[in-house]
T-cell receptor
Framework: NAGVMQNPRHLVRRRGQEARLRCSPM?????VYWYRQLPEEGLKFMVY????????ESGMPKERFSAEFPKEGPSILRIQQVVRGDSAAYFC??????????????FGPGTRLTVL | AQSVAQPEDQVNVAEGNPLTVKCTYS??????LFWYVQYPNRGLQFLLK??????LVKGSYGFEAEFNKSQTSFHLKKPSALVSDSALYFC???????????FGAGTTVTVRA
């Protein structure tokens, strides 16, 4: 049973380019969460999605960042016009049931974004 | 608001000795508490969680954690550390009616042979 999959594992972009990060949840999981880990810090919540719905994006920067989880395919975190401050590790997690409950969030290996 | 503090950036122990990684939390309402471990260039692996019931929770790889409500703590413990336990450990909390995990900054554990 494959775990949470993320790709690419490493992504290098120049300032002003777009970054697309993909997350495939564990089989049977329909709830996806994105977190960002800045250097020397813990993970910070960004967004919670269910299939075709954004439930909570309160942790997302208001500009340049967007997320989706379509009916078919992986969840996508999109960062437009990247800046150096976007350099971080982005982790995706999934759970089988709605996040408010006793379920555990299981994390993927992360995508390490470097902005030159 | 909820938060987690891991007061030690680093913990160094000799193989075979007990290992403790400290965590205190702040949350409104009943806490759900988690420990995750991160190996270099890997994702977070779930170790254990406290939801309710027995204050001593047992998890993967011989780890356990004790929930102390009065001290708002959830320290991770292992009676006999292995070199392979060397990694970055994160404590996380969320309220029982929330889904957002709040993480501590992490504690780097080094177990020397």
């Amino acid at each position: 049973n494959a775990g949470v999959m993320q790709n690419p594992r490493h992504l290098v972009r120049r300032r002003g380019q777009e970054a697309r990060l993909r997350c495939s949840p564990m089989k049977g999981h329909s709830h996806v969460y994105w977190y960002r880990q800045l250097p020397e810090e813990g993970l910070k919540f960004m967004v919670y999605l269910q299939k075709e719905n954004i439930i909570d994006e309160s942790g997302m920067p208001k500009e340049r960042f967007s997320a989706e989880f379509p009916k078919e395919g992986p969840s996508i975190l999109r960062i437009q016009q990247v800046v150096r401050g976007d350099s971080a590790a982005y982790f995706c997690a999934s759970s089988p049931l709605p996040g408010v409950g006793t379920d555990t969030q299981y994390f993927g290996p992360g995508t390490r974004l470097t902005v030159l | 608001a909820q938060s987690v503090a891991q007061p030690e950036d680093q913990v160094n122990v000799a193989e075979g000795n007990p290992l403790t990684v400290k965590c205190t939390y702040s949350v409104s309402g009943n806490p759900y508490l988690f420990w995750y471990v991160q190996y270099p260039n890997r994702g977070l692996q779930f170790l254990l969680k406290y939801i309710t019931g027995d204050n001593l929770v047992k998890g993967s790889y011989g780890f356990e954690a004790e929930f102390n409500k009065s001290q708002t703590s959830f320290h991770l413990k292992k009676p006999s550390a292995l070199v392979s336990d060397s990694a970055l450990y994160f404590c996380a909390v969320r309220a029982s009616n929330d889904y957002k995990l709040s993480f501590g900054a992490g504690t780097t554990v080094t177990v020397r042979a």
